[in-house]
T-cell receptor
Framework: GAVVSQHPSWVICKSGTSVKIECRSLDFQATTMFWYRQFPKQSLMLMATSNEGSKATYEQGVEKDKFLINHASLTLSTLTVTSAHPEDSSFYIC??????????????FGPGTRLTVL | AQKITQTQPGMFVQEKEAVTLDCTYDTSDPSYGLFWYKQPSSGEMIFLIYQGSYDQQNATEGRYSLNFQKARKSANLVISASQLGDSAMYFCAMREGLGINEKLTFGTGTRLTIIP
């Protein structure tokens, strides 16, 4: 199957610092990558969609200046949480889409990154 | 209006029994796909089964089957012969459009607990 990795798997940081999360497609080129946020006991909420070489499209209510997304190559997208605060503590999951990999065009999900802001 | 509705926050099922997890959806797009994912406590999203809006037959993948009732806009997941390892959160999701660039909208999930 298609493998997507995320790094780090967990991070603890102080309030006010910035945190970068990487999402990599290991065995395929991802035309599109998606970033989700999941609060405890809640569903996945899409934050933004990014396409390689272009600006990310953010969902309504997501601050683009706070959650910086860079999709620099077909195998790497990064999410930077700038000036993180405790309310940003969450589980961040990326997914990647590619054509021709399966019959369903499903998204392949990374294992997630748990962010805790103190 | 919610695009994906899962009305069962939690379910308890005896091991080896079958279980049905409910999912209803709302869309005016004639081309859409419905997905079910399993999320164990570790957090990863595991793809289980897919149903396309134009598929004539209900999807099946091993012990998983999807009861697709298009007129009712429902896509219930059926797990046969449940196992202890099936205990997890289950999410129904919809993609409006069939392309890889289309986003997924998730339901609120159902926490399934299998009782030995």
């Amino acid at each position: 199957g298609a493998v997507v990795s995320q790094h780090p798997s967990w991070v603890i940081c102080k309030s006010g610092t910035s945190v970068k999360i990487e999402c990599r497609s290991l065995d395929f080129q991802a035309t599109t990558m998606f970033w989700y946020r999941q609060f405890p006991k809640q569903s996945l909420m899409l934050m933004a969609t990014s396409n390689e070489g272009s600006k990310a499209t953010y969902e309504q209510g997501v601050e683009k200046d706070k959650f910086l997304i860079n999709h620099a190559s077909l195998t790497l997208s990064t999410l930077t949480v700038t000036s993180a605060h405790p309310e940003d503590s969450s589980f961040y999951i990326c997914s990647a889409g590619t054509s021709g990999r399966s019959a369903y065009n499903e998204q392949f999900f990374g294992p997630g990154t748990r962010l805790t802001v103190l | 209006a919610q695009k994906i509705t899962q009305t069962q926050p939690g379910m308890f099922v005896q091991e080896k029994e079958a279980v049905t997890l409910d999912c209803t959806y709302d869309t005016s797009d004639p081309s859409y796909g419905l997905f079910w994912y399993k999320q164990p406590s570790s957090g990863e999203m595991i793809f289980l089964i897919y149903q396309g809006s134009y598929d004539q037959q209900n999807a099946t993948e091993g012990r998983y089957s999807l009861n697709f009732q298009k007129a009712r806009k429902s896509a219930n997941l059926v797990i046969s012969a449940s196992q202890l390892g099936d205990s997890a959160m289950y999410f129904c999701a919809m993609r409006e459009g069939l392309g890889i660039n289309e986003k997924l909208t998730f339901g609120t999930g159902t926490r399934l607990t299998i009782i030995p």
